[in-house]
């Protein structure tokens, strides 16, 4: 009788099983030759490609949707859906033609007013400065063409252009949405259709080549060109353990390691049939922010004297480990930026212990406490947490390190209040460099206190140094703004530098002719 | 004075026949006390400081100065180890003595009211049905990480366990003589669970707490394995293994060696778990 | 009969204690999922509004009881980021995982109850104390270790296995079972480690008992008595070890499936947990926990129907 159980259990899990197997829906891939697996550092799990939590759905953005402008390798303003455009003499209306014969995913038409919703959409969700408001008009010609009117003159087209905050090309409906309402169906007009049906959020999401996509005639270049797709899927897939995602690119189970963590490049160097590149020149700006608004980083002494225990090449050099992959940039700006000016002296490129504990006394410590937050699910992040604390405490400081992750860190950096009531002293971060590269769009330089970034710094000389540097048109004038407004951060200190950071990223040697760009790019490549 | 000298020459004999007739556990019992020895002087004993930071050492290979190698911080990893199974046998202490103590008070009760025991019961069933190592990971979502919030998440999955044990000897035991003797004689509850129960349940919770230390100090290496143990600046041996895992085709030492502590000191509470069972309660000897 | 409705209708407080649990652990868990799907530069106020959105913003109890309510009528929300249903993300979920803990527990069975038996039947000699050996180091060997060694095994060195991912069923027998075999037998390992102890206990528990004894007596040979009545009386307390374990190979199945880059349930309540996304971290315990109460319920139930020994 009682082999009866067991059978009946094992009755009860083919039973489970074959249904699961039922339910389950045909991912089969074999059906597409041509498959790039691509694995990515993040999970997506937001498909509004202005969505500004993590850098995925900006990626998402730029396989599913066409921009109107894009910038080539050299960082000039190049047309997309864009055909020509115009500016009226006085400089205040910009005319814009879009190409014929453009379509949605769904077939409809791309027209003149799909595109002008989608800049001001685009618009609105520029956060340097707010344009949305020196737009005074924007007005439909005719199905090709569209104009708006500024209020006064500045580069919109930079801003419309830039590759952080792009002008996605959307329906009009969608573009329409309320601003605090996301997207939630992809319908784009790029050279990839996201596949929301085979998407499954926390394993992997997947691109089919756009066949009635039409890319433009000219050779690709960094984000602008032609967008000629050569495979005929991309899978995007979310490996959480990195060990495991490095196994798979070494037997070839992937194609594509979009963003290495430093601690495997050694490792995937010596593999053979796999390259290692670093695609984004710009690299990340990694900062050590402190809360100006509690003491004693309310101090501008205190402040200096962090700054005076910092060594770039300490951080770096842990963190990251193989200086391929690392530079020292004393400069409030990602040293690749033109805008970017180095620190006189051997700050940040050489601590001085005794200078910090003289400022740290002519400040006026009396040992409060400080609290790092320390995200622990990111790995470099953390070890810039361990170093500074280690750093600090030798100059005599009171440190507590506060473990957490990055869910918690966004919502505890918030918190104003003082560090002993759960708000905190000192975060550790780091952006990529094109989001950083001019003192508008570098978000940890917003000096109006109530706008600034978390650590809220408070310098009404600064803020107008960086108003005035966002209308200046003569670019001999603009260097003039910026060289004063870095000579104020040298002292007032917002945050500490601590260096650019550059991604690595590993790619079986069959994969050809990746373009060099921040985003991840899926066209132009071939896969043998 | 003169008696002391043959006491202690029998206890010393008497060990000496222990050991040969259970040499696993002698040998158990003896990693067990060099490591519980080594927790301790951990401060006295480790050649560097576990926490010290320094970009000259790092990802050094096994050498003289460093016999388990440096970390990607130039840690060294034999300190870091030594003060490791500080952590883990706190863990793994605390977790049995908190589940066997909490899980015991329950478990008497449960087994003495029935009242108590309906509703007890109930909410032990459905502590027992969420799997421990999510119930361990939503408490850790909740307490933030810290070793203390570590011992909790860990011991709550743990505690319906002891209690169902302890709830079913406590059931069998109060049917026994010596219990409605001394009912009978008019002896209160509270009495009869101190002088009887405990004294006659202890075997099978000691038994019990050493497989739950063992069990404890695995989940608080794979809570670190899933980069949600005990802060990471803390040098468990769970971190020191997820820390490590990233570096295992270039710098092996880095898993190796936490990996190895772990293992043997696991296998060793497990080991002098059998054995206590075995020379406790003859009569556990077929459960398991 | 009363005593299997008793039993089936028992399941409720359980299910309910376990709602309770999920829900308030969640409910006092720090960080917010309104500010996470906020950008970095939203306002307190626009935070606020997608908080009201969400309905976070009402008092718990109701909070609660909305939920529960919704539960009951078979809708457990959706995902706060991707805006999926939650069923739908279980139901993706679910075939790799159930295949990982069915391989497991196939593993397990087949190597742990011979092996086992084995050993109650030549107890105290070499084989036994092997067994039991190898037993006490499969379940003081983390889980991960194993499935670390394995990987560099089977697949660097031998190049049998792929190192990671998940092959649906409907890609193929071959590679689902390729997918499937390492991670399978990692998981089932540990398990057996622990069934094979209780095999054995179970076993040696048998053989002292009359009826074996009697079966010797009536010239039986010994290999008859094991396979005829030794295992048939050891099988009630063996299967209810199996199914009481299921709720262990779940806690090893969420290691496994991380090792492994395996996207079952265990993955989906990893990423849920660090992105506080409150509506899938409910739903899946509670699913899972359900699922345990019923398979266990289901085999309780199963020998009160057929064997009339037991009674409610």
């Known amino acids: 009788m009682e082999d009866f159980f067991i059978m009946l259990k094992a009755i009860a899990v083919s039973i489970a099983l074959g249904a699961a197997m039922v339910m389950s829906q045909s991912t089969s891939s074999l059906a597409h030759e041509k498959t790039l697996r691509v694995s990515m550092l993040y999970d997506l799990n937001l498909i509004d490609p202005y969505a500004q939590t993590g850098y995925l759905p900006r990626y998402l953005g730029f396989m599913a949707y066409d921009t109107l402008f894009s910038i080539d390798s050299k960082g000039n303003i190049a047309p997309q859906v864009a055909d020509s455009w115009s500016l009226s003499p006085d400089k205040l209306v910009h005319t814009i033609k879009i190409r014929t014969g453009l379509k949605f995913h769904d077939g409809s038409p791309v027209t003149a007013a799909d595109v002008a919703a989608s800049v001001k959409r685009a618009l609105q969700r520029n956060r340097f400065i707010h344009f949305a408001s020196l737009v005074t008009s924007v007005d439909i010609v005719d199905d090709q063409t569209f104009s708006f009117t500024l209020s006064r003159e500045f580069k919109i087209l930079d801003y419309l252009a830039n590759i952080h905050t792009p002008t996605f090309i959307?329906?009009?409906?969608?573009?329409?949405?309320?601003?605090?309402?996301?997207?939630?169906?992809?319908?784009?007009?790029?050279?990839?259709?996201?596949?929301?049906?085979?998407?499954?959020?926390?394993?992997?999401?997947?691109?089919?080549?756009?066949?009635?996509?039409?890319?433009?005639?000219?050779?690709?270049?960094?984000?602008?060109?032609?967008?000629?797709?050569?495979?005929?899927?991309?899978?995007?897939?979310?490996?959480?353990?990195?060990?495991?995602?490095?196994?798979?690119?070494?037997?070839?189970?992937?194609?594509?390691?979009?963003?290495?963590?430093?601690?495997?490049?050694?490792?995937?160097?010596?593999?053979?049939?796999?390259?290692?590149?670093?695609?984004?020149?710009?690299?990340?700006?990694?900062?050590?922010?402190?809360?100006?608004?509690?003491?004693?980083?309310?101090?501008?002494?205190?402040?200096?004297?962090?700054?005076?225990?910092?060594?770039?090449?300490?951080?770096?050099?842990?963190?990251?480990?193989?200086?391929?992959?690392?530079?020292?940039?004393?400069?409030?700006?990602?040293?690749?930026?033109?805008?970017a000016v180095e620190m006189p002296g051997a700050t940040l490129r050489k601590k001085d212990l005794p200078l910090a504990r003289k400022l740290l006394k002519e400040g006026g410590y009396k040992g409060e406490k400080i609290v790092i937050l320390d995200a622990q699910d990111i790995p470099s992040i953390h070890q810039y947490a361990l170093i500074t604390a280690q750093n600090l405490r030798s100059i005599g400081m009171n440190v507590e390190i506060r473990p957490t992750d990055q869910a918690t860190l966004l919502t505890s950096r918030a918190r104003r209040t003082p560090p002993t009531e759960g708000g905190w002293s000192i975060f550790h971060a780091a952006s990529a460099g094109l989001t950083v590269d001019t003192i508008v769009k570098n978000h940890y330089l917003w000096m109006n206190p109530q706008r600034a970034f978390f650590g809220w710094p408070d310098n009404p000389e600064m803020e107008k140094l960086r108003i005035d540097f966002s209308f200046a048109t003569d670019d001999k004038v603009a260097h003039e703004i910026n060289r004063k407004f870095h000579e104020l951060a040298w002292t007032y200190v917002p945050h500490i530098p601590i260096g650019n950071t550059f991604e690595a990223s590993a790619y079986r040697t069959n994969i050809k002719g990746i373009i060099k760009s921040e985003v991840p790019t899926f066209w132009n490549l071939t896969k043998d | 004075?003169?008696?002391?000298?043959?006491?202690?020459?029998?206890?010393?004999?008497?060990?000496?026949?222990?050991?040969?007739?259970?040499?696993?556990?002698?040998?158990?019992?003896?990693?067990?006390?060099?490591?519980?020895?080594?927790?301790?002087?951990?401060?006295?004993?480790?050649?560097?400081?576990?926490?010290?930071?320094?970009?000259r050492q790092r990802l050094r290979p096994p050498s003289e100065a460093n016999p388990m190698g440096t970390d990607n911080l130039g840690r060294d990893v034999l300190s870091r180890v030594i003060h490791g199974a500080q952590i883990s046998l706190l863990v793994g202490i605390s977790v049995a003595a908190v589940s066997t103590v909490v899980g015991s008070a329950i478990g008497v009760l449960a087994g003495y009211s029935r009242y108590v025991d309906l509703v007890v019961m109930r909410i032990m069933d459905g502590l027992m049905a969420i799997p421990g190592i999510l119930l361990a990971i939503a408490f850790l979502a909740m307490f933030g990480s810290s070793v203390t919030s570590v011992i909790i998440a860990i011991s709550v999955p743990d505690i319906p366990r002891v209690v169902r044990l302890v709830r079913s000897v406590v059931l069998s035991l109060r049917e026994l003589l010596y219990v409605e003797s001394a009912r009978s004689m008019g002896a209160g509850p509270i009495r009869i669970i101190l002088r009887h129960i405990l004294p006659n349940a202890a075997a099978p919770i000691l038994v019990q707490a050493s497989f739950l230390c063992a069990s404890a100090i695995l989940a608080e290496a794979s809570l670190g394995f899933l980069g949600l143990g005990t802060p990471s600046e803390i040098p468990s041996w769970g971190n020191i293994i997820a820390e490590g895992r990233s570096f295992i085709g270039s710098a092996p030492w880095l898993l190796f060696f936490p990996a190895l502590a772990l293992t043997v000191t696991v296998l060793a509470v497990n080991v002098l778990g059998d054995g206590l069972r075995d020379a406790l309660d003859p009569r556990f000897r077929r459960r398991i | 009969m009363n005593s299997v409705v008793y039993r089936v209708l028992s399941i409720v407080p359980i299910c309910f204690v376990v709602a309770v649990v999920v829900f308030s652990l969640m409910q006092m868990a720090p960080g917010d999922p309104a500010a996470m799907m906020s950008d970095d530069f939203a306002s307190e106020e626009q935070i606020e509004r997608v908080r009201r959105d969400l309905g976070l913003d009402q008092p718990v109890i109701v909070q609660f009881s909305l939920w529960l309510g919704r539960v009951l009528t078979g809708d457990f929300g959706s995902s706060l980021f991707s805006k999926i249903p939650v069923t739908t993300l279980i139901m993706q979920r679910l075939e790799p995982t159930i295949s990982l803990a069915a391989g497991a527990m196939l593993v397990a069975i087949a190597t742990a109850i011979p092996l086992g038996a084995l050993a109650a039947v030549m107890s105290h000699s070499w084989v036994d104390r092997l067994v039991m050996t190898i037993a006490v180091l499969g379940f003081s060997l983390p889980s991960f270790v194993l499935g670390y060694g394995g990987v560099w095994l089977f697949s660097f060195k031998l190049d049998w296995l792929p190192v990671q991912g998940y092959a649906s069923l409907a890609s193929g027998f071959e590679p689902w079972l390729k997918s499937i075999l390492l991670p399978s037998l990692t998981l089932g390992l540990i398990s057996a480690a622990f069934l094979a102890r209780v095999t054995r206990a179970t076993v040696l528990e048998v053989l002292s008992e009359d009826y074996v004894r009697t079966g010797h007596a009536k010239g039986l040979a010994p290999r008859t008595v094991i396979v005829l009545h030794v295992l048939k009386n050891a099988a009630i307390p063996i299967v209810t070890v199996i199914g009481t374990s299921i709720a262990g190979l779940l806690s090893g199945v969420v290691i496994v499936e991380s090792v492994f880059a395996i996207p079952g349930i265990g993955s989906l309540v990893i990423d849920s947990v660090l992105k506080r996304d409150y509506p899938v971290i409910q739903g899946v315990i509670l699913f899972l926990s359900i699922g345990y109460v019923v398979v266990n319920l289901s085999i309780d139930l199963s020998y009160r129907l057929f064997d009339p020994r037991i009674e409610g």
């Not at chain 1, 490996?239 to 490095?246: E, G, H, L, N, Q």
Request: overall charge neutral; proline content about 7%.
């Open chain 1, 170 to 339: 959307m329906p009009k409906a969608d573009a329409e949405l309320p601003i605090t309402q996301s997207i939630s169906k992809v319908n784009g007009s790029g050279p990839f259709i996201f596949r929301h049906d085979l998407w499954k959020p926390g394993s992997r999401a997947i691109f089919d080549k756009n066949t009635a996509y039409s890319p433009r005639s000219e050779a690709p270049d960094f984000m602008s060109g032609g967008k000629h797709v050569n495979v005929d899927r991309v899978e995007w897939v979310y490996i959480a353990d990195k060990r495991t995602a490095v196994s798979a690119l070494k037997k070839g189970e992937i194609d594509w390691i979009v963003s290495v963590q430093p601690e495997y490049i050694a490792d995937l160097k010596k593999s053979q049939g796999v390259e290692v590149a670093v695609f984004d020149d710009s690299g990340f700006d990694a900062v050590l922010r402190m809360n100006m608004t509690q003491p004693p980083f309310d101090n501008v002494k205190i402040r200096q004297a962090v700054m005076a225990t910092v060594d770039q090449e300490e951080y770096l050099g842990l963190a990251i480990g193989d200086p391929e992959y690392y530079k020292v940039c004393a400069s409030y700006l990602v040293c690749r930026s033109p805008w």
């Open chain 2, 1 to 55: 004075m003169t008696s002391f000298a043959p006491a202690l020459l029998g206890a010393a004999r008497s060990l000496a026949a222990t050991i040969r007739r259970h040499p696993s556990s002698a040998i158990a019992a003896a990693i067990v006390v060099v490591l519980i020895l080594a927790a301790l002087l951990a401060d006295y004993i480790a050649p560097h400081d576990p926490m010290a930071i320094s970009g």
